[in-house]
């Protein structure tokens, strides 16, 4: 994440795009979908309404209306993720992240491109041998929800961020500092992680054998009206 000088929403398209592609190059997602095609013998259920409808009402009686389960690389899950990968590629400002994202578009490019919202995302049953997905689905669904926290309860699965508070509380205080230092040389030399200052020297029979020993690493140093 160090190497992102972007805003927090291109680490989470990064981390989002970085784990599909990963993902999709070890397993790709092929689910029976379910299609409504008209053939000329019968598969799966007829579609009466339709049947009426579009083909016996014109002629086209031979030609039935049918309703069933296909196994498609072309289904429900792997279009959310391409119209997200489509909608994440033109947002993002990051050239790793649109390197992702082609890649990902690149593997989904047989898959039909059609609007998805938030609520189609409820509508994808995954495999349990496809259990690890479900990060990716779930960040389809932050961000087709145009949001970045879900409930627990829920079950939400994606990355945590931890972050160094010890760090965080330095840089504050060292910025503070920085900040509101005047140039009346109350404050000077102020420094952040600063080593070049030892504990103490080594002597052996009353001679002197090492001039610096333990190297100190303050979190913060400055010096005060000329005093350390």
């Not at 981390?15 to 190059?25: H, K």
């Not at 990968?85 to 491109?113: H, P, Q």
Request: with cysteine; glycine share 2%; net charge neutral.
């Amino acid at each position: 994440l160090n190497s992102i000088k972007s805003n927090f929403f291109d680490i989470l398209i990064f981390i989002f795009a970085q784990y599909t592609r990963e993902s999709f190059s070890h397993c790709l997602l092929q689910a029976y979908d379910e299609v409504n095609n008209e053939l000329s013998f019968m598969k799966g259920r007829l579609d009466v309404n339709s049947y009426i409808t579009n083909n016996l009402s014109k002629g086209n009686w031979h030609k039935l209306s049918c309703t069933y389960d296909s196994f498609e690389f072309d289904n429900h899950f792997n279009r959310i993720v391409k119209y997200v990968a489509k909608l994440l590629f033109r947002a993002t400002e990051s050239r790793e992240n649109k390197k992702l994202l082609s890649e990902i578009l690149f593997i989904l490019d047989e898959v039909s491109d059609v609007f998805v919202t938030y609520e189609d995302c409820h509508k994808v049953k995954l495999n349990p041998l496809f259990e690890d997905f479900n990060i990716i689905l779930d960040y389809c669904k932050l961000f087709l929800a145009n949001s970045i926290t879900f409930s627990y309860k829920n079950q939400f699965k994606v990355f945590a961020f931890l972050l160094p508070m010890e760090y965080i509380f330095e840089d504050f205080f060292y910025g503070f500092f920085k900040k509101h230092q005047n140039g009346k040389g109350q404050i000077q030399n102020l420094s952040s992680q600063k080593s070049d200052l030892y504990l103490a020297k080594l002597y052996e029979n009353n001679s002197l054998v090492k001039n610096n020993v333990f190297n100190m690493k303050h979190d913060i140093y400055f010096e005060h009206l000329n005093r350390k």
